[in-house]
């Protein structure tokens, strides 16, 4: 499906249903007179989830921060699908998704309660694309390496919602815009991924030195904020074209479209900041967005 087919279809969803998906919302989460803030997190490594560093350490202060949500809903580069899904589930499974790393991070357990009532008012609210209930999938690393500092005591329910990976960069920054209405009702939104991620040139001899990046990875990583402040989101869906080095930095989507989620969120009202802005081994960096009134 192409993007100019995918907008049409959103134009033509008919009063009535959408006029049935918020009152499934309204139901469930009232609107409120203010806008819950929305994130993009660099995750980066799974030992992040267990260890008190630098990044793990702002994630508290965010837990500090933000207001207490109703609810979690997470979009995470490590849920790649064919077609879009959210957990329905009323108790999620942590996922150790990953390998070679010390016994005490597959031992780390992230037992938030799920929401099936929120997940299928999500899926009737959006009408295009069509959003399937999961009741197989948990918590990814992605989801509850980040969580387990900001919300330590689990007890906020949360979600994830998978990224198509079928689909190009306009697909998601369009579903994210649908997602907006969430803001409103108390549902903090968070993608998780990384700006500049390339596993492949990792310098594993500098991965402790701080604010390590690479020429290119230092570069891009500006170039991605300048546009982000810049609200150039146009520029940021079609990266490929922003500089040379972009495939660097953007191998594979998968840990940049969670940001695209993020932008797609923003409202006119809301101020830009970053924080945990740093590089790590060269080629990750971990800089994330924080959307608020």
Partial sequence: MNRKTFLTLMAGTTGMAALGSVRMLNELFTETDSV?????????????????NLFSNRWKQLGRELPVPKAVLVVSAHWLTQGT???????????????????????AQYPAPGSPEL?????????????GLDHEWGLDHG????????????????????IDYNQPAQFHYALAQQLSELRKRGILIIGSGN??????????ARIN?????????????????????????????????????AKLAIPTPDH????????????KQ??????????????????SVLLSE
């Fill in 36 to 52: 819950m803030p929305a994130l993009f997190v660099g995750h980066g490594s799974p030992m992040n989830g267990i260890e008190d």
């Fill in 85 to 107: 899904y959210v957990t329905a589930v009323e108790k999620p499974q942590t996922i150790h998704d990953f390998g070679g790393f010390p016994q005490a991070l597959f031992d």
């Fill in 119 to 131: 997940a299928k008012s999500i899926a009737e609210h959006i009408q295009q694309p069509p959003i």
């Fill in 143 to 162: 989801t509850w390496t980040i969580l387990k500092h900001i919300y330590p005591n689990a007890e906020v329910p949360v979600l994830q919602l998978s």
């Fill in 195 to 204: 700006m500049v991620h390339n596993l492949r040139m990792v310098d594993f």
């Fill in 209 to 245: 030195e701080d604010n390590f990046g690479y020429d290119w990875a230092i570069e891009l990583n500006e170039l991605f904020k300048s546009r982000i402040l810049a609200g150039d989101h146009a520029a940021l869906m079609d990266y490929t074209k922003l500089h040379s080095a």
């Fill in 256 to 267: 940049y479209y969670p940001l695209l989620y993020t932008l797609g969120l923003q409202q």
């Fill in 270 to 287: 809301d101020s830009v900041s970053f924080f945990n802005d740093r590089a790590v081994a060269g080629s990750l960096t971990m800089t």
